[in-house]
């Protein structure tokens, strides 16, 4: 055997034997609660087993290999050997029954939980209920001597005593504080004693109600919860069929609001297209009355032209050139101004560079005759 197959041998000889101490526990529990005397000479066939399980599986230290792993398979079935002639002298027990144990333990482990349950249940509420009696009596004591350390504070400076009057208010008011308590005390023990009197009618009638149910009334009841049964089938059947519609209708009612949508699209294409005929509608009149004037103006025009035409009356040639002629010599006259215009504007510049020379030169006297003078 490799190291693994070892090592996967032993895990499962520990699971099984957890496995065995498990179940021989459980067993023990049972055969205890059902005949201690049944449990009589088990512990000694146990260590029996167990002592000759190692004297013939025990080996040698100084053996390795093959020996370490004769002498586990020799303890493997030394164990499974003394555990088979050891069950095979008493009684076998089976699949079946190993259930039934288990599950009457199962069953005990269950009450006896629900009675753990119960039970700390109650004394959790009864811990509770003194720890908030306590908290109320702490309450109370710090009240007292916060009351009283008030009192001490009023203590006469003369006399060094507490006067009578203020521990007398105060011995009121604790009573009346004490009286209060107790009155709510005592409403809350009437409204708990209504509560339980309740509880326990509410038990009677329901004691009495199962005296008083015979074998016919529940087979009213069976019967009545059948019928019931298969109303409710059939309402839910018909459920199932108006959901059906339901869905179907709902199927319809996307589609049409899908074409809806798309018709309505349509629509709004139309009415845009609508809008812009009827835009370039008005355009095409205003175009057009602008043509109409523009042609009544055109035809007038023709006409004027027209009558202009018809009416015209050529001029005479000789006439014809002597308005040439007076054009020509009226050119040459402008021709000879302009050239006129031109001298005298150089000349003027020059009168004018003139000029300035002069003023230059006058100026320079002027400084040269103040500076003589100075």
Avoid at 50 to 63: D, V
Avoid at 104 to 125: C, G, H, I, W, Y
Wanted: overall charge negative; aromatic content about 4%.
């Amino acid at each position: 055997l490799s190291n693994e197959e070892l090592q996967r041998n032993v895990d499962f000889l520990i699971m099984a034997n957890r496995y065995l101490a498990v179940e021989n526990e459980v067993i023990q529990q049972y055969l205890s609660k059902l005949d201690p005397q049944l449990l009589i000479g088990i512990d000694q066939q146990t260590s029996q087993m167990t002592l000759l399980s190692i004297q013939r599986g025990m080996s040698p230290t100084s053996r390795r290999g093959t020996e370490e792993v004769s002498s586990i398979h020799s303890m493997v079935r030394a164990s499974t050997q003394l555990s088979t002639g050891i069950l095979e002298k008493g009684p076998r027990i089976n699949l079946s029954n190993k259930d039934d144990i288990v599950s009457r333990e199962m069953d005990e482990l269950k009450v006896a939980m629900d009675k753990l349950n119960v039970q700390s249940a109650r004394q959790r509420f009864n811990l509770k209920a003194k720890v908030e009696e306590m908290q109320d009596t702490v309450a109370e004591c710090l009240e007292t001597q916060t009351s009283l350390e008030q009192v001490e504070q009023a203590i006469d400076i003369i006399t060094g005593r507490i006067p009578a009057e203020k521990f007398i208010r105060h011995l009121e008011e604790w009573l009346k504080r004490a009286d209060l308590m107790m009155e709510k005390l005592r409403l809350r023990t009437l409204t708990m004693r209504s509560m339980n009197t309740r509880a326990q009618q509410l038990l009677e009638e329901k004691e009495e109600l199962g005296q008083n149910l015979t074998y016919i009334d529940f087979e009213k009841m069976q019967i009545d919860n059948r019928q019931l049964v298969e109303k409710t089938s059939q309402k839910n059947k018909h459920v199932l069929q108006l959901k059906k519609m339901a869905g179907q209708c709902n199927l319809l009612v996307t589609v049409q609001k899908k074409k809806m949508q798309e018709q309505m699209t349509e629509f709004a294409e139309l009415q845009q297209e609508l809008t812009d005929l009827e835009n370039s509608s008005k355009d095409f009149d205003a175009e057009a009355d602008t043509v109409e004037a523009e042609a009544a103006h055109a035809e007038d025009k023709f006409t004027a032209l027209k009558d202009y035409i018809t009416n015209y009356t050529a001029p005479e040639v000789l006439d014809y050139i002597k308005q040439i002629v007076e054009v020509n010599e009226l050119q040459q006259a402008v021709k000879v101004w302009s050239r006129r215009k031109k001298i005298q504007q150089t000349a003027l510049a020059a009168c004018k560079k003139v000029l300035r020379n002069l003023k230059q030169g006058n100026a320079m006297a002027d400084e040269n005759v103040n500076s003589s003078q100075q």
